[in-house]
């Protein structure tokens, strides 16, 4: 995004662009009972649909990250159960929510496991492989994937390297355009797609999106290289992030 910002300096934005767009509510499935209940997701989502949409043309596609945990040693058919349960009642919970709100349009929502996701990439396998490899022989991304697991009180591993690599692409490949989102709101007419989380983002996806290994470069997309933190209400755009000075914590 232009802007005359300097470096690292970062805020809320107004309004969104007009026209049709979508945004990605990215669902930790660690913080399901904490900072993204549905009652807490529905509460945010009320006050910034109210600060920033323009008209009636955003959707909310809500994105279950159950498939990233399967990248553990704990069993996976445990995982399984125990996560699909969870969406079930988170799911059902947002739209309990939602339907009580008059300010929120339920049918602008629609929800999709990661796996769902990752399928509506077609080439994901093959953008995950060069990134591996990008692992493997940049030094200096290996040290920020491995500082960003650490970050997280986690011991850097097989799993959480996966975890990591699979996480940072698919926020990369959404926001390029390289992912179909389902919305039937919006039925593929997006002129913008933004991912949200209530949190800043990370030193390795910021490096991958301006390393942008695809070479994709600028894309049609306003939010194309952007990180909306929904908590604290600023936008990070990543063109203007130094990672050796930002204050990631």
Partial sequence: MKSSLGVNEFYDFNK????????????????????????????LDRKHVKRKFNEKKVGGLVLYTDGLYLNSSEESAKLHYRHRQLIEEHKQGFMNHLKKDPTLIPNAYSFISWDQHILNCSKFSSYLAKVRELYKKDRCFKKLVEHDIKAAGREVSRYTIEFILEEILADYAATKGLVELPNEFVQGRQEWVLNIYPGKPIRSQVYLYQLDPLKLGRTSNVYGNCWYDWQQCVLYDFERLDIETFDFS
Wanted: proline residues 7%; hydrophobic residues 30%; positive net charge.
């Fill in 16 to 43: 969104h662009p007009s026209g049709y767009g979508i945004e990605i509510l990215n669902i930790s499935m660690s913080l399901l009972s904490t900072k993204q209940t549905p009652k807490k997701c529905v509460e």
